[in-house]
């Protein structure tokens, strides 16, 4: 399975935009990029994904590169709910869909 | 709204016990997860099925079996617990219609066991 990287942790002033990248080089033409955040003692949940073009919904937008090599989430104004570690995730169409977790992004949000 | 739904939030269980955790999905869905999480090691999946009946080795399956008797149900069971089995477990759900990679996974909240 192709691989992401992630920066350890990021810190963030509330109200201000939060840009998380993540590399994964070794992307195959049919993974997508799932981006999930989990919460402190709750289970992951679903954020954004996309294939190729640029995504946004009510929660974040994905910016992929043009070559797919990398990936950026983006919290438009960060909140103190959005603290949380942030997973970026390759799944491809071959692999029964099974998600293969990384150590993730521990985002820090500043009153 | 979706819902993945594991049975026990918190358990305490005694070395050498059977331990079930259970975990229902309402998504209809044909994919389901057993992951486990530990600090410093992330989430490990353990077994995962595709279809009633079906199961399939994840990365760590070892001390532990499961049961897919219905499609909206899949269990994990440590046949005999064992401290190092400490953890959180987390469920999971996704559909295989379409374009499996482009697919949600949908997690339950989590089950905190301690082997004591």
């Known amino acids: 399975d192709a691989k992401t990287t992630q920066p350890n942790s990021m810190e963030s002033n509330e109200e201000e935009p939060v840009h998380l990248p993540c590399n994964h080089s070794t992307i195959s033409g049919t993974d997508y990029i799932h981006w999930y955040r989990q919460l402190p003692s709750q289970g992951p949940e679903y954020v954004i994904h996309?294939?190729?073009s640029n995504v946004n919904n009510r929660m974040a937008s994905l910016a992929i590169a043009e070559d797919r090599k990398s990936s950026t989430l983006i919290l438009h104004r960060a909140t103190l709910r959005d603290a949380a570690v942030y997973y970026c995730?390759?799944?491809?169409?071959?692999?029964?869909?099974?998600?293969?977790f990384g150590a993730g992004t521990q985002v820090v949000v500043t009153p | 709204d979706v819902k993945v739904t594991q049975s026990s939030r918190y358990l305490v269980k005694r070395t050498g016990e059977k331990v079930f955790l259970e975990c229902v999905q309402d998504?209809?869905?044909?994919?389901m997860f057993w992951y486990r999480q530990d600090p410093g090691l992330g989430l490990r999946l353990i077994y995962f099925?595709?279809?009633?009946?079906?199961?399939e080795k994840g990365d760590i399956p070892e001390g532990y079996s499961v049961s897919r008797e219905k499609k909206e149900r899949f269990s994990l069971i440590l046949e005999s617990a064992s401290t190092n089995q400490t953890s959180m477990y987390l469920c999971?759900?996704?559909?295989?219609?379409?374009?499996?990679?482009?697919?949600?996974?949908?997690f339950g909240e989590g089950s905190w066991l301690t082997v004591v």
């Open positions: 999971a759900s996704s559909s295989l219609v379409g374009a499996t990679g482009g697919n949600t996974i949908y």
């Open positions: 998504m209809d869905h044909e994919n």
């Open positions: 099925s595709y279809d009633v009946k079906m199961k």
């Open positions: 995730i390759l799944r491809g169409a071959d692999s029964w869909g099974k998600l293969q």
């Open positions: 996309g294939l190729t």
